[in-house]
């Protein structure tokens, strides 16, 4: 399968590590092989390079210039509504699902054991009812 995120200009990266972890910002510039430049005027991400070991590429791309200025970068993302965009996306979702997770209380945690356990038994009775109705009619 051929590779779809590429390291590019105007590629929106997710900062998955160091100081400016859980946010997502621009690649305005590649300057070797293991740093970029990002720029995320968007989510508060200042202009700075970035090694590229400690960001995720995603799907999302604007277009911009090579190198181009804070106030332009700023107008592409706007203009794409990448927050909107990657607010939307499942990743996004799984990463806000996840640290509320991490911040259950115990209270919290046993509620939810308790939902998970009643869900299962409506599922297993279903299951099991569907299953006695198909053996009836000679089908399992």
Not at 16 to 26: F, L, R, S, T, V
Not at 46 to 63: N, S, W
Not at 111 to 129: G, S
């Amino acid at each position: 399968m051929p590779f779809k995120k590429f390291v590019e200009i105007g590629r929106v990266a997710y900062l998955a590590d160091g100081p400016e972890a859980g946010k997502i910002a621009a690649i305005v510039n590649v300057i070797d092989q293991n740093r970029v430049l990002i720029d995320g005027p968007t989510s508060g991400v200042i202009r700075q390079a970035y090694p590229m070991k400690q960001i995720h590429l995603t799907p999302i791309r604007v277009k911009f210039p090579f190198n181009a200025p804070t106030k332009i970068v700023r107008k592409e993302l706007e203009a794409n509504k990448v927050n909107e965009q990657w607010s939307a996306s499942t990743w996004s979702k799984r990463l806000e699902m996840k640290k509320r997770r991490a911040n259950l209380t115990d209270l919290e945690r046993f509620m939810l054991r308790k939902a998970k356990t009643a869900r299962n038994k409506i599922v297993a009775k279903a299951l099991n009812a569907k299953k006695r109705e198909l053996r009836k009619a000679g089908k399992l």
